[in-house]
């Protein structure tokens, strides 16, 4: 399982396949971050 995390508004998510748009702002892009890091916000 990864985490994409939405270039434009950083909203994550987590999936095998990265999202087709993000549900926060409708971006398309995402950035994969670490499956492994399950660091809660700062
Ligand atoms: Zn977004």
Redesign the pocket.
Known sequence: MAVWK?T??G?TKEGRCKPRK?Q??G?TKFEKLESAAKKSKK
């Open positions: 939405c434009n508004c909203a993000c926060e702002c971006n």
